[in-house]
């Protein structure tokens, strides 16, 4: 019996410590300084983020790759040129379906891509099938994380059961 409690008890310690040293890569969506969506990172994974342009009341979407624990930029496509949108940018740029595509753009972000919506840009983040609608005129940050298990869990749960 005696050993029965031990071997619990050192098997429980063991999982305690595993859960709270074992770090996991995480893409987190943080609002105004406090995390609002939390999932779990992939390498090569994409996601973009699209928005009405305020001046020309078209949507614009940029999309990025997740590499190395980074955010890269790759491409970003929209409906007509204005001011200040460079003519090159990136490999290729061509038109398809309406939209003016440019791709091959390689430029690191970093670990983390901030972002401000407007009051009529309807911001909207896709990642991994989950389209987010952000909150308007509001500060975002997505960025990548490297919590505990524990502390990943218990993010997650805090942020579901907002």
């Given at each position: ?5 031990i071997?619990?008890?050192t098997?429980?310690?063991?999982i ?11 893409l987190?969506?943080d609002?105004?300084?406090e ?29 990025f ?11 970003t ?18 038109l398809?379906?309406g939209?003016?595509?440019?791709t091959g753009?390689t ?22 099938r ?11 940050r997505?960025r ?12 997650y749960?805090?942020v579901?059961?907002?």
């Amino acid at each position: 019996m005696k050993w029965k409690v031990i071997t619990i008890a050192t098997v429980t310690l063991f999982i305690g410590i595993f859960f709270t040293v074992v770090k996991v890569p995480l893409l987190v969506i943080d609002r105004e300084g406090e995390t609002e969506h939390l999932f779990r990172y992939r390498e090569d994974a994409e996601f973009s983020v699209r928005w009405t342009h305020s001046v020309e009341k078209e949507d614009w979407e940029e999309m990025f790759v997740l590499e190395d624990g980074v955010i890269e930029l790759t491409a970003t496509r929209f409906k007509t040129f204005g001011a200040g949108v460079p003519n090159d940018a990136g490999e290729d740029t061509f038109l398809k379906d309406g939209w003016v595509y440019m791709t091959g753009i390689t430029q690191t972000i970093g670990k983390e891509l901030a972002l401000r919506t407007g009051r009529e840009t309807s911001h909207r983040v896709i990642y991994d099938r989950h389209h987010l609608d952000l909150k308007k005129n509001q500060s975002y940050r997505i960025r990548v994380a490297h919590f505990s298990i524990w502390k990943g869990i218990k993010t997650y749960i805090s942020v579901k059961l907002r």
